[in-house]
Nanobody, 128 residues
Framework: QVQVVESGGGVVQPGGSLRLSCTTS????????IGWFRQAPGKEREGISC????????YYTDSVKERFTISFDNAKNTVYLEMNSLKPEDTAVYYC?????????????????????WGQGTQVTVSP
């Protein structure tokens, strides 16, 4: 069973920053597409960012552009989501997921159904 693990969530004030991490011991992530998703209470899970494989294309949904940055550390087999200028509407459970290379991540969108392995999520709360 592949376990994907997210970490780095917490409580932060508006305007603050957090860095989420995503890793797994079962997959060599440089061969996979990795996506970040979030789900706020009462809302559907949405794809907010992804980094594709093998071309390392990145995607950001409009609401997080210019504020969030996705990156991959090959040496640590970890994908990061750097989140700056956080807003109360960013409050959600954030999930990391992996997809086969060539699937799931495109310049204009992230395809949720392409992702095979999901983490349990990490809570991000943005509150004064």
């Amino acid at each position: 069973q592949v376990q994907v693990v997210e970490s780095g969530g917490g409580v932060v004030q508006p305007g603050g920053s957090l860095r989420l991490s995503c890793t797994t011991s079962a997959l060599d992530l440089k061969y996979y597409t990795i996506g970040w998703f979030r789900q706020a209470p009462g809302k559907e899970r949405e794809g907010i960012s992804c980094i594709g494989n093998p071309n390392r294309i990145t995607y950001y949904t409009d609401s997080v552009k210019e504020r969030f940055t996705i990156s991959f550390d090959n040496a640590k087999n970890t994908v990061y989501l750097e989140m700056n200028s956080l807003k109360p509407e960013d409050t959600a459970v954030y999930y990391c997921a992996s997809a086969q290379a060539g699937y799931g991540c495109y310049a204009q969108t992230s395809i949720r159904s392409d992702y095979d392995y999901w983490g349990q999520g990490t809570q991000v709360t943005v509150s004064p």
